[in-house]
């Protein structure tokens, strides 16, 4: 097909350096009654991990195209986009500023600091909606812009028609990785909040004939006013930038919002226990904020008999936040054997 070639040939960078593995969870996939395996992109320096980074290269490289000097996201202080991209504007040399809701904490642990130490330029303004985050990310590209300065501006999530591309191309790269193995791909499952990875993930399938399922595991539900609306959007953007012809409708969409709990970066029936049996299982961490409600969805709906395998669990990264002490000191208490430990 065309348009796969012009995906293959599409200009983006390398910051991950290296293929993520595709890992078959044995002992997981035992306990839940599934064949399960892992696509790994939390694997990666510290700073350039996660689903982010495959997002950036395509994106990144439109911008340098285009002659940016100055990269500018929005997210919140716990946000593995602005972390990425922080990160990769050291990688390349660009200048980077991130705004960021909530105020600036007491103490900056997890990808907080980790943005402090790439040099980005924080810019912190409260307890504020998505929408008023994107009004204040728009604010500081007009600073910036009146300055001289030459900006690029990533939505939130890095999530947008082009950064699809990259998903669609990681697709592509689980079908071969899994067909070396012998499989098939039956069932991709993730965390969702901005899109781009649902999104492109879709449009790949779809380049293929769709023959795999692929569920969303929202863990922002607030995003946007349309988020089905929204991710589709996003594909056939996708598909238009390559000229593939498509026809992409809602039903290719597959989210649920079953495993969201009480919102974002909140907490959810299933999410310790899951992050537990990953960890005791197969020595693979995953976050309360995004990966772990996929996995606690995962092991419900294996339960539950409604999942078509071989599944593969798209580890979107993440890990970080279990070093904020909000997060930390709650996955402590919730491992059971460590009750008898005197601290």
Not at 169 to 174: F, G, N, Q, S
Request: hydrophobic fraction near 45%; glycine fraction near 10%.
């Amino acid at each position: 097909m065309k348009a796969l070639d012009t995906l293959a040939q599409l200009p983006r960078l390398n910051l991950r350096g290296f293929t993520s593995p595709v890992q078959h969870l044995e002992r997981l996939s035992a306990k839940i009654g599934v064949e399960v395996w892992c696509k790994r992109d939390d694997i990666g320096t510290v700073g350039l991990a996660g689903n982010k980074v495959r997002k950036l290269e395509v994106e990144l490289a439109y911008a340098i195209a285009q002659g940016a000097k100055h990269l500018v996201v929005e997210g919140s202080r716990l946000s593995n986009a602005a972390r990425a991209v922080a990160a990769a504007a050291a990688a390349i040399g660009l200048q980077c500023t991130l705004v960021l809701c909530h105020d600036e904490p007491s103490e900056a642990v997890g990808n907080l600091l980790l943005d402090g130490l790439y040099g980005a330029n924080l810019r912190f303004v409260g307890n504020v909606s998505w929408a008023e985050l994107a009004q204040h990310a728009e604010a500081v590209v007009a600073e910036l812009e009146h300055a001289g300065e030459r900006v690029y501006r990533l939505p939130i999530g890095c999530a947008s028609a082009r950064s699809s591309l990259g998903f669609a191309l990681a697709y592509a790269e689980l079908r071969e990785q899994m067909a070396n193995q012998g499989r098939e791909v039956g069932t991709v499952l993730h965390a969702s909040s901005s899109g781009g990875t649902h999104s492109g993930l879709v449009l790949g399938n779809a380049l293929f004939g769709s023959p795999s399922t692929i569920r969303g595991i929202v863990v922002a539900g607030e995003v946007y006013d349309d988020v089905p609306g929204q991710y589709l959007a996003f594909a056939q953007g996708g598909a238009r930038l390559i000229g593939a012809e498509l026809e992409l409708t809602r039903s290719d969409i597959n989210l649920t919002e079953d495993y969201l709990g009480e919102g974002y970066g909140l907490p959810a029936p299933g999410v310790m226990e899951a992050i537990n049996l990953l960890a005791t299982t197969e020595g693979i961490v995953v976050d309360p904020v995004y990966s772990a409600k996929a996995v606690a969805a995962l092991i419900d709906l294996a339960a539950k008999k409604e999942l078509e395998g071989p599944v593969v669990f798209w580890h979107t990264g993440g890990y970080h936040s279990l070093f904020d002490p909000h997060y930390s000191r709650k996955v402590w208490s919730g491992i059971e054997r460590l009750s008898a430990i005197q601290l």
